[in-house]
């Protein structure tokens, strides 16, 4: 279904291509030909690049063999395209998240395509405010050790996870927050968990570090009790740490 919706934001990204490079040649008709040369090249190479991005999306995706490299250069294609595409997806009403869920499993599959031997203690895991239960009032901001694990959130799990591994695991109340606690911990890899608008952003934002996004699940709409697939977030500690 996402990837339909992408496609479809591709195509009319082309067609627009096509049709301002038709314009375009249409208007300098009366200048030098060398014009219309330099503006053709340009539209042919972007229709070129578009349609080799979404040929290799379109296989990472549907879980084809590409190659690590192909999978670094076409989420950096993506990542050019990204405002251009969201803008599209949401002037025809496409919601914005099937784009951004795209964006996230890219980069996911390009993190999974790559080989890692971390100590746990260099993964920093965050997790979004609203996993812990509304009407809880214990402060898991500041140390997540103050669960009480009554298991009425995920964030029991977390306390669980965290002896088990002895990774580093913070819940953060905004992307200001995540930054500070990144820069404070200087981790060597992240797992984290949030909603599409919130991966997309810090996936995009944290450049020299691995983050792996892990979308939280919202049965009770946006940022109340949302909840986590501890078993995914174990896999990728164990993922980043080379054990099985
Ligand atoms: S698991 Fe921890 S954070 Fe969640 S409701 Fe219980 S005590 Fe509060």
Redesign the pocket.
């Known amino acids: 279904m996402n990837m339909k919706k992408y496609l479809a934001t591709i195509g009319i990204l082309v067609g627009i291509l096509l049709l301002g490079g038709i314009f375009i040649n249409f208007l300098i008709s009366s200048f030098s030909s060398m014009f219309e040369v330099v503006i053709n090249i340009i539209v042919v190479s972007l229709v070129s690049i578009i349609l080799f991005s979404t040929f290799i999306t379109s296989r990472i995706l549907h879980n084809k063999k590409v190659s690590s490299s192909l999978m670094s250069i076409n989420l950096k294609i993506v990542g050019i395209l990204f405002p251009i595409i969201i803008s599209i997806a949401s002037t025809v009403g496409i919601p914005k998240n099937y784009i951004r869920n795209i964006y996230v499993k890219l980069n996911n599959k390009y993190i999974y395509s790559n080989k890692y031997n971390l100590r746990c203690e260099d993964i920093l895991v965050l997790i979004p405010h609203c996993v ?2 509304n ?2 009032k ?1 402060k ?1 901001t500041t140390n997540i050790d103050n ?10 799990d977390l ?1 669980g996870l965290k002896e088990t591994f002895n990774v580093n695991i913070f819940v953060a109340t905004g992307g200001t927050l995540a930054r500070k606690i990144i820069l404070d911990n200087r981790p060597k890899a992240i797992i984290a968990v949030a909603c599409e608008r919130d991966l997309t952003s810090g996936v995009q934002d944290v450049k020299k570090i691995p983050v792996l996004g892990v979308f939280n699940k919202r049965p009770n709409g946006p940022c109340v009790d949302t909840s986590i697939d501890i078993l995914e977030i174990e896999n990728a500690i164990k993922f980043f740490t080379n054990t099985k």
């Open positions: 812990q239960k009407s809880c214990l898991v669960c009480k694990t009554c298991g009425l959130c995920n964030i029991g306390v």
